[in-house]
Structure formats: C-alpha cells, structure tokens
C-alpha cells in the first residue's frame, strides 16, 4: 500500500521561510499525483491551500506556494505569520478517483 | 454560498453501521463529485471514498472495501455515508467535501463524530 511521507514538525520565526514536503514511500511525485495541500486548526475541517501543484485557492495568500522538490511535492511558506500556525496536510492522487492523505506536519511560528 | 451540513454525532456499539449524511446546497449538486475524509483523535486525515453525484458512481479506498456504502438523492442534494462493521478504531470525525478537480476539495462540511464503544 502507498504510503504518503511527510516531516512531523517544523518550527519557522515570524517573518521566515519554511518548506514541507509530500513523498512516496515508493517513487517519485509528480504533477501527474495533482499534489495539494489543506491547513487544519483544532476542531476546524480543513481549509484548501494549493492544488493541482501549484494553484493557490481562492482567498489564500500569496505567501503559500507550491512546487515539485527533486523527487517530491513543496508547499513553502514565505513570511511567515502568527496564524500560519497550524497542521498541514498533502494529498495525492494515486489514479482511478482515489487520493492518499500524508500523515501531517504540524508548523509552529515562534 | 456553497454550504456542506453534515447529521450529528452518533454513538454506536461495535460490530454495529452508522450513516452519515451531508446535505449540499448552493450550487448544482450534480455537477460535482463528493468525497469523505475521516479524522480520528490526534491523528491524521484519511481519505475513505468518493460518489460523482451525476451518475452515482462510486471508488472506495481499498482500506475500506467491503464495509463502506457511499450513496446519494439527487432529489434531497444529499450524499451518505455508511459504515458496517465498526470497531473502536472507527472513532472519529467524518467529513465530507466538495471535489472540484486538481485536487482541489474546495467546501468541506463540518464533520460528524462517531464514536463506537461498548
């Protein structure tokens, strides 16, 4: 079964940068997996940051971006806020309708 | 607006089904498809399946074959979800969400927890 890999946890200071990364515990990710990304609080559905790659949802700030890392799909936070605290999640599509949620990585601002 | 409503909690006995509803107004319902996500406590989402309302065609992930129905009335703009089988690791919240194409689950409703214990 395919597994979705992401980094646990990052910690990035007010204003700074951070990149997480979406992989496959077997092979490689690319644009053909429509990798995208969701932001979770506590108690909160999660809310769609980038799709398709590298297509920002409507109302998300241009600060979320995404990208193709070497072998795996990015979502880098430029400048980050207070707010950008949260839980992150990718997800891919594996063919035939049917998507695999990575584990999370939970992004502190401090 | 696009607005998902989900039914409310539900306690179940292990071994028994649960069917949960989400309820889709705001747009034509048929002209996107419907997909459920599961959260249990502290962990992660998990993607369990999805119905193209328009034809009610359905992929379940393979984790859940065999216990999980997704179905949907046009009629009520409504899809569901049934679950058979449960067991304490069952436990969770369900969501459903509005699929838009590119990965994008654009409206999500806004969960339904079910808990199974005896």
């Known amino acids: 079964q395919t597994v979705v890999t992401q980094e646990p946890s990052f910690s990035v200071s007010p204003g700074g940068t951070v990149t997480l990364t979406c992989g496959l515990s077997?092979?490689?990710?690319?644009?053909?997996?429509?990798p995208s990304w969701y932001q979770q609080t506590p108690g909160q559905p999660p809310r769609a940051l980038i799709y398709n790659t590298n297509t920002r949802s409507s109302g998300v700030p241009d600060r979320f971006s995404g990208s193709i890392l070497g072998n795996k799909a990015a979502l880098t936070i430029t400048g980050a806020q207070t707010d950008d605290e949260s839980d992150y999640y990718c997800?891919?599509?594996?063919?035939?309708?049917?998507?695999?949620f990575g584990g999370g990585a939970k992004v502190t601002v401090l | 607006q696009v607005q998902l409503v989900q039914s409310g909690a539900e306690v179940k006995k292990p071994g028994a089904s649960v069917k949960v509803s989400c309820k889709a107004s705001g747009y034509t319902f048929t002209s996107y498809g419907l997909h459920w996500v599961r959260q249990a406590p502290g962990q992660s989402l998990e993607y369990m399946g999805r119905i193209t309302p328009h034809n009610g065609d359905t992929k379940y992930s393979q984790e859940f074959q065999g216990r999980v129905t997704i179905t949907r009335d046009t009629s009520a703009t409504t899809a569901y979800l049934e679950l058979s089988s449960l067991r304490s690791e069952d436990t969770a919240v369900y969501f459903c969400?509005?699929?838009?194409?590119?990965?994008?689950?654009?409206?999500w409703g806004q969960g339904t927890l079910v808990t199974v214990s005896s």
């Open positions: 969400a509005r699929g838009v194409g590119g990965g994008n689950f654009d409206n």
């Open positions: 077997s092979g490689s990710v690319s644009t053909d997996h429509y």
């Open positions: 997800v891919l599509s594996m063919g035939g309708g049917l998507w695999v």
